[in-house]
């Protein structure tokens, strides 16, 4: 029998991780935006041990339960939803930045307009390549270009040439590919190192963990209106206003959709013990 290899946890794909393996484990996440994830997370789980405490409270009446529950929501559903939101801003950041290192420049030039000069010339470079694809592409005869061909050679050409010329011509590429309506990564993706696919990597995997933290905190109509509730039931309520992740991922560099697998349990991992933040 072949002995398993160990997996190394920070090389995991996406599809292979659980919630709780995303928000612990997922390499790239800052510490601090890591703790303010968990914090929250247990406070949502502590909110939710409240709602079934009172649930199982024969002392008071349901008009008593559900004041009481209320009184915890009011108190605590802003706090844990203000971490989450604040989360997902982090993480949507980080993953704005790697897509930038991921996207390829002329060598010791960054594709933002320094001056308005800059941005002029970047203008004009748009606005020549679309005369010229517009003029190809009315031209008579079979062999035509596409598109997305002229545009792959104007960005390889802007790469080679390098210096502020080469940045001009590069972002008049992509100024022109948005007024064509063609995706960028259909001429980038060729033209990426090794270093920068595996920055666009991680850059997608930190927006997938965007995706995955729920907007809204549990609310206690679902914990106080039946006596047998899972908490994995109550959790999905408070994550049918937005898209859940299994459903809006953004493809990955090989065209295939990466998406986190939920366990099934709670999605906040353990029971919170801790006060709530």
Do not use: H
């Not at 349901?62 to 004041?67: H, L």
């Not at 980080?94 to 002029?120: F, I, Q, W, Y």
């Not at 790469?159 to 063609?182: I, N, P, S, Y």
Request: proline share 6%.
């Amino acid at each position: 029998m072949t002995e398993q290899q160990p997996v190394e946890r920070q090389e995991l794909s996406p599809a292979s991780l659980t919630y709780e393996q995303t928000r612990d484990e997922l390499k790239g996440v800052a510490p601090l935006v890591r703790d303010k994830w968990q914090k929250a997370d247990r406070s949502a789980a502590t909110l939710l041990e409240l709602y079934q405490s009172l649930q199982k409270d024969e002392d008071l009446v349901p008009e008593a339960r559900q004041r009481r529950a209320d009184e915890f929501y009011s108190r605590e559903a802003p706090k844990i939803e203000k971490a989450w939101q604040e989360t997902r801003e982090e993480l949507q950041g980080g993953a704005e930045a790697l897509t930038k290192m991921a996207t390829p420049r002329p060598k010791g030039e960054n594709l933002e307009a320094a001056t308005s000069d800059e941005l002029l010339t970047a203008q004009n470079e748009s606005a020549r390549i679309l005369r010229a694809f517009q003029r190809r592409a009315s031209a008579p005869g079979p062999f035509k270009q596409s598109a997305t061909d002229v545009l792959a050679s104007e960005y390889a050409k802007g790469m080679k040439e390098g210096g502020v010329v080469g940045k001009a011509r590069c972002r008049g590429t992509l100024a022109a590919a948005e007024e064509l309506g063609v995706s960028p990564e259909e001429f980038l993706a060729p033209l990426r190192t090794e270093e920068q696919r595996g920055s666009l990597d991680r850059a997608r995997r930190l927006e997938q963990a965007a995706y995955s933290i729920p907007s809204s905190a549990p609310r206690p109509g679902a914990a106080l209106n039946s006596r047998v509730q899972s908490a994995s039931n109550i959790i999905s309520k408070c994550r049918n206003d937005k898209r859940i992740l299994q459903n809006t991922l953004p493809t990955s560099t090989r065209g295939t959709k990466r998406r986190t697998r939920f366990s099934g349990r709670l999605p906040f991992g353990s029971r919170g013990s801790e006060p709530c933040v």
